[in-house]
């Protein structure tokens, strides 16, 4: 089978424009390693140093004329805006910058992690979806506004105003006291209350509206670096706030609390190739997440290995294939045709092809990296690369070789469009034809709400805590208008879905029941977890990931926190 699935990727390959020949084995240097062919590695989502990195001796060009330290860090976007309540402000790759900026009531401390104190000092449930939360009473922002509950209650009700995710569960939030809040939810859902808690940025009301802006330019807020210089779609700097309000003791609580360099320079550069360029040139000292191709030769035995670190992550952010089942979809009732398409294709050749052979291939609708990913699934069958019973199943399904054309919808994105041209190869070797249809972010997120638009969806899926946050955002129904995020109205996964998530009935066997459902209905599947490249001059000896997971340059260990 092996020889077969090798070949099956490189007739796949070579209907692929634009993509590289060949089917050569790959090797992932640093933290971890994983052949292609192969999906047998487990590679934990947090880092530590790789053992071949190296630590510099001389970090003199890292301090500036007053003797503070600095680090260059490489973003392949401009922020944008800091106003916390616009849509997205808060998210993914922003992250990076402004981790170390924005503050919440608490912050899981990475990938399924526990729940630590940021602003909130103590939380206590007294009821079944009820919080009283208690603030510390000395917070202040950067203009020595002081933090109060009614800033708390202001900046809860401004994120469900913009429709903040996981926002919709919030019932109510009021103040109960200068510092004290009480918080109720509307569902009892495991790790929601976590998710919450970092659902939103507390600002000042005060200082929000006086803001000629809502703080898009004009940022006010409290966590321990101040933005200091900022040219939009070029560059920007963050330094370390010295009146910062949190005391060292409360503060090593807490990943988004550390501030191990003085001055953090970003620089906007949006083309892999410049970005490695610039690494090269001394232009950046740091980048997260570089293009596999050009992170190789950073790596041991690359051109330019020589005084660089590679750390290696897996990414939380699942690459998924969603299969509609909406009344006006082939797919509608026809489970043979979704297991047809599942059998077509090889989620290894998808990481080879479109990831040059960096990452994970999955077992269940996300990562096995997560708490509640269960050790028996390895062993099941997951839709392994079958195509002559993708054919068998395909028949069945009412369909001969040639007559069905399937809408595979995307976002522009490279990697995707990869995945997209690859599975599209694949599924014409089995008899299925179909069209891809990649849009930029803004119409990708209006489509793959509406069932007309697609049959299958590529899209990616992550968590923070446990798979059944995932599971929960994507198949509880309750979260959509149309059913789940393909369509489903199934009242059994339903049923299942509720007992998997809710805390009272959550349980080991709740959640495998869930799983095996999804699973045996081919309704939504995780191809793989892609691996991240951070490439850090070596004066960076470890790097630091919050629970999105992205880089948090501040939290990362620099040879002069060892001296």
Not at 26 to 52: D, F, H, L
Not at 289 to 314: I, K, P, Q
Not at 401 to 423: D, F, H, W
Not at 495 to 506: G, Q, S
Request: glycine share 8%; with cysteine; net charge negative.
């Amino acid at each position: 089978m092996k020889k077969g699935r090798i070949a099956a990727l490189c007739l796949a390959l070579s209907m692929v424009t634009g993509m590289t020949s060949g089917c050569a084995k790959t090797t992932v240097s640093g933290t971890a390693a994983q052949e292609s062919g192969a999906a047998e590695t487990t590679i934990a989502m947090t880092t530590g140093a790789a053992v071949n990195n190296t630590a510099a001796e001389d970090w003199s060009s890292y301090k500036t004329a007053d003797g503070k330290t600095f680090i260059r860090v490489g973003i392949d976007a401009d922020p944008g805006t800091m106003d916390p309540f616009v849509s997205g402000s808060q998210n993914g790759k922003n992250a990076t910058i402004k981790s170390s900026l924005y503050q919440y009531l608490g912050m899981i401390q990475g990938v399924g992690g526990e729940l630590a104190p940021e602003l909130a000092k103590s939380w206590e449930k007294t009821g079944d979806t009820v919080w009283d939360i208690e603030l510390f009473d000395y917070i202040h922002d950067w203009n020595g506004n002081n933090i109060t509950a009614e800033d708390v209650v202001f900046s809860y009700e401004q994120a469900k105003a913009n429709n903040y995710s996981n926002m919709k569960y919030v019932e109510s939030i009021e103040a109960t006291g200068d510092y004290t809040v009480k918080l109720t939810l509307n569902s009892s859902a495991k790790t929601l209350f976590e998710r919450i808690m970092q659902g939103t940025v507390v600002v000042s009301k005060k200082a929000y509206e006086e803001s000629s802006d809502n703080m898009s330019t004009d940022a006010c807020f409290t966590g321990p670096y101040k933005l200091v210089e900022w040219v939009s779609g070029s560059s920007l700097v963050i330094e370390k706030w010295d009146d910062y309000w949190q005391n060292e003791e409360e503060a090593k609580k807490d990943i988004n609390q550390t501030a191990n360099v003085d001055r953090i320079e970003f620089y906007v550069i949006k083309e892999a190739s410049q970005m490695a360029i610039a690494l090269e040139t001394g232009k950046i000292d740091m980048v997260y997440n570089l293009d596999a191709t050009e992170a190789e030769r950073f790596m041991d035995g690359g051109g330019s290995s020589d005084g660089f670190n590679v750390f290696t992550t897996v990414n939380n952010l699942t690459q998924t294939m969603f299969l509609n089942v909406d009344n006006n979809s082939p797919f509608y009732e026809n489970l043979p045709l979704r297991q047809a398409v599942l059998y077509s294709f090889d989620s290894q050749g998808m990481v080879d092809g479109a990831s040059g052979g960096y990452g994970v291939v999955c077992k269940t609708f996300g990562g096995d990296e997560l708490p509640d990913f269960q050790e028996a699934w390895r062993e099941e069958d997951y839709y392994e690369y079958n195509p002559e019973k993708a054919k068998e199943l395909l028949k069945e399904a009412g369909y001969g070789e040639g007559e069905l054309s399937l809408r595979i919808v995307t976002n522009n994105s490279s990697m995707r469009n990869k995945i997209a041209q690859i599975l599209q190869a694949y599924l014409l070797q089995v008899g299925i034809k179909s069209e891809i249809l990649p849009y930029d972010d803004t119409l990708f997120n209006t489509y793959k709400n509406d069932s007309t638009q697609w049959d299958i969806l590529l899209d990616n899926c992550g968590t923070s805590d446990e798979l059944i946050g995932m599971w929960r955002g994507k198949m509880d129904s309750t979260n959509f208008v149309n059913g789940t995020a393909n369509f489903a109205h199934d009242d059994e996964l339903q049923r299942l879905v509720l007992l998997a998530i809710n805390t009272d009935t959550n349980s080991p066997e709740t959640v495998n029941d869930l799983h095996q459902y999804m699973k045996d209905q081919a309704y939504v599947y995780g191809m793989y977890n892609n691996l991240a490249f951070t490439i850090c001059r070596d004066v960076v000896t470890d790097v630091s990931m919050n629970s999105t997971p992205w880089l948090m340059p501040a939290g990362c260990t620099y040879v002069w926190n060892e001296k």
